[in-house]
């Protein structure tokens, strides 16, 4: 079957994986959609697609836990099919998509379903993670054994809190019996309501109702507390303040279950950038205070931070073109995610290349269980090919995501994706 | 060509000129009974007062003086740019049936006093209205013309005539600067 | 030689927080002048003859309009007014597709109050036509910061070390705002005083003071401006009852007589009396509440006078070089 032999020769570049501890400048060959061998200088098997990677890092290829691919349901605004591409485009080789669709996939048919669509498109992998509660409505628990079976890598009902601490319980409990780890949207409802930014100086100065950080930190510690009860995996999305920060290094230290991940816009963008009402600025949980972005910083140095996440959420520009408390939360981030990152946490100097891609591709895959991640001999194919000194201006227009919500429009990043080969195959090439 | 400046009157002379405009005024009135002098903001405000001043020490008459700002009326507002500052409008009584002398400090092309008569249409309707100017300049466009003239100064292309009154300005002159000739 | 209010205010009026000390003076001592105006027997000038004004209210509002549609009229301007009920606007037309209707119909100025902070930021970014900001939300209400400003230097002069204390619901108040940032820029000193849970949790970095009781408060200043308290706070739960607020926080004749002088006391209005602020107050010797109502029309003709034919078209065209 000559048609589905598909080798790719990744030739001269910086092989960069922290889980092997490899960094050396060579070549990886991949073969059947399988790593096959690391070396200094390999030959290509005939009819191998070669890519030139000098100059380049080649790393495992990223994993983003968290995005809003949006179908079922809103799918003028994203499909599974333009995120996964988007995805590709910003070298993630998977991402897990949120269950926060219409309808909800709180079930094995709808987990079914995403799956499908993810591989039709044949660009990043899609892992479906399935809802907490049926319909997200925090009420009664979904089948997670079915949805794990139909092929679920997690549940959440992010976009929401799960506002019962009892369901919690049962979610931490229950979950463990299919190894899955519970993704945590972090936010107390009452102190939340109607809010439209973080409560401080720049929210009392625009007259917009605040979301005080004590709204995400007490669900923190309510959850990881419960995660002490009941030993589940509690991985904590989006956190965003210092006190989040603590929290979740008092849980770390005690043994507890607990995981966290961080945006890439927590560690770069301050409530500052609400002023003017910049639609494209309002996200939940949202930008914090200076003193929050280092806590956060120096969180995903020391480790309390796991992985990097991009909570990718598109909006249609319409819904955005609004009055600032009529807008949606969410700004898109697959195609940014990398370069943000790489401008302000390692062009910065907080961390290094290998950490980053131990947050963006070996963490989580360990901590949800999936394939990749690694260059170890027979592991997937899944590889990222870029640039960590290229800058380049961000054009939303130019994205592969419907979405055109970015903070970021218009500013020059550093970093730059140039090849995602997913499964063996270069879905992705600049 | 570089600016030059020649004073037009001196403290000495704008006194005597100011004297005679009153008595002008008594005279084309035929007293001063009935009179009201309304000053242009700024300076024919001042020069308002001193007349009235003259007019009392002559006639022992105190006229109401009242002040006049046109730039709301202007008719140029849409085009000017930073907007003027507006002065304030005070009319010491009812205008209906009075006598009324506006007095202003130059008469160019007449659009200020314009400003002026529509102004005051809109406080009543005085029985006659005049006018006096300290210096007239000249270079009308429209069909205005003053009843007392301080001095007539014939005034080449890119000239200005600059009017300081002590209360303002801390010395009393006229000049004539011309900054360019074409 | 006619001096010219050098640094006018630009296309929009949206809020007091971005405006320099002397453009506030130049609104204020152009408001000074006008307030004549409305004594003549004719109340009009011909200033903004053949402009044309839209007040777009997307909240009921009976003063702030009335204020701006005479404002408008004694300036000569033609108005519409086009309020939410009854409009495209309770059809769900967005507030972008609004705005563009207006520049359609090429009018030239636009008065928007509305229930979203930042709303008449978001149509003055969208439109060339001047927007001056009828309230937005809780952010700011610039008119009636100015017209506050000019009733408190009418009765106490230069502002500068002057003692005014805002009284009431800051944390809902787009006056409070625009009253903090208009008397610290003109060198006023600023306090506020409240219950805690009425005020921005941020207050001390906004630069007043904080008072917990009004006996502190009354002590204190030169001048009281009593804020509305809504209904609303009580059922939202920001306080237990207006009955309670009124006897903790009321400023009542009571209060006002143990003060070591005289203080002037304004409401933005409506009142309601017996919770905020006591009838024999509002009636009072020290209330100046009718001369900001007064105010408020002068203040409002002074913006749009200020205002008209800010635009960028215009501007060039007036120096010439269009």
Known sequence: MSVDRRDVLLKGGRLLDPST????????????????????????????????????????????????????????????????????????????????????????????????????????????????????????????????GAGAVAVSDDGKPVVSAQLMRTALEYARAFGIPVADHCEEPTLAAGGDMNEGIVSARLGLKGIPSEAEEIMAIRDILLARRTGGHVHLCHMSTRGSVELIRWGKDRGINVTAEVCPHHISLTEDEVTGYDTNAKMNPPLRTRDDVEALREAVKDGTIDVIATDHAPHHNDEKEREFSEAPNGIIGLETALAVNITWLVAAGVISLETLIDKMACAPAKLFHLEGGTFRKGALGDVTVFDPTATWKVDAALFRTKGRNTPYQGRTLTGLVSCTVVDGRVVFQR | MP???????????????????????????????????????????????????????????????????????????????????????????????????????????????????????????????????????????????????????????????????????????????????? | MTPTASSVLGKDLLGLEHLSAEQINVVLDTAGPLKEISERAIKKV??????????????????????????????????????????????????????????????????????????????????????????????????????????????????????????????????????????????????????????????????????????????????????????????AGYIPSLREYNRVFGVTRERLERAPRDILILHPGPMNRGVEIDSDVADGPHSVILDQVTNGVAVRMAVLYLLAGNKPTLATAARGDA
């Open chain 1, 21 to 148: 501890r490899t960094d050396a400048v060579g070549d990886i060959l991949l073969r059947d959609g399988k790593i096959e061998s690391i070396g200094g200088n390999l030959n290509a098997p005939d009819g191998a697609t070669i890519v030139d990677c000098t100059g380049k890092v080649v790393s495992p290829g990223f994993i983003d836990v968290h995005c809003h691919l949006r179908e079922p349901g809103r799918e003028d605004v994203e499909t599974i099919a333009t995120g996964a591409r988007a995805a590709a485009a910003g070298g993630f080789t998977a991402v897990c998509a949120m269950p926060n669709t219409d309808p909800v996939t709180d079930n094995q048919a709808a987990i079914g379903f995403v799956l499908k669509q993810g591989r039709a498109a044949g660009a990043a992998r899609v892992y479906p993670i399935g809802a907490i509660s049926i319909g997200e409505k925090g009420e009664q628990l979904a089948e997670f054994g079915e949805m794990v």
């Open chain 2, 3 to 182: 600016p030059t400046s020649s004073i037009v009157l001196s403290a000495k002379a704008l006194e005597r000129t100011v004297s005679r405009m009153a008595d002008e005024i008594i005279e084309q009135n035929d007293g001063a009974e009935g009179l009201i002098l309304v000053g242009i903001q700024r300076r024919g405000v001042q020069i308002a007062a001193r007349i009235a001043a003259v007019i009392k020490a002559r006639e022992d008459v105190t006229v109401p003086l009242g002040a006049l700002d046109i730039t709301l009326y202007r008719d140029d507002l849409q085009t000017v740019g930073p907007r003027p500052v507006v002065g304030q409008t005070n009319l010491p009584c009812d205008l209906e049936g009075q006598r009324v002398v506006i007095v202003d400090d130059v008469l160019f092309t007449g659009r200020t006093i314009r400003a002026a008569l529509d102004e005051l249409a809109d406080f009543g309707r005085p029985s006659r209205v005049g006018l006096a100017v300290l210096i007239d300049r000249g270079g009308r466009e429209l069909p205005i013309q003053p009843g007392v003239v301080g001095k007539h100064v014939e005034v080449p292309a890119g000239g200005r005539v600059d009017v300081f009154i002590t209360e303002l300005d801390g010395r009393d002159e006229v000049v004539l600067n011309v900054t360019e000739r074409t």
């Open chain 3, 46 to 235: 011909p200033t903004l003859r053949g402009a044309t004004v839209v007040n777009l209210f997307f909240e009921a509002s009976t003063r702030t309009r009335i204020s701006f549609e005479f404002a408008e009229k004694r300036m000569s301007a033609d108005t519409v007014n086009v309020a939410s009920s009854g409009s495209s606007i309770s059809k769900g037309e967005t507030l972008v597709d609004t705005a563009r209707n207006l520049e359609a119909m090429r009018i030239d100025m636009v008065v928007i109050r509305h229930p979203a902070s930042g709303a008449a930021k978001f149509l003055a970014d969208r439109i060339e036509s001047n927007v001056i900001n009828a309230g937005d939300g809780t952010h700011e209400h610039p008119t009636q910061g100015l017209l506050d400003l000019l009733t408190l230097r009418d009765k106490l002069g230069d502002l500068r070390g002057k003692r005014i204390c805002i009284c009431g619901d800051v944390l809902h108040s787009r006056v409070a705002r625009s009253n903090i940032w208009g008397l610290t820029k003109l060198g006023a000193e600023v306090a506020v005083c409240g219950p805690r849970s009425l005020l921005p949790n941020a207050i001390g970095e906004m630069g007043v003071q904080v008072f917990n009781r009004i006996e502190q408060a009354i002590e204190w200043a030169d001048a009281l401006n009593v804020l509305r308290l809504q209904l609303e706070r009580m059922q």
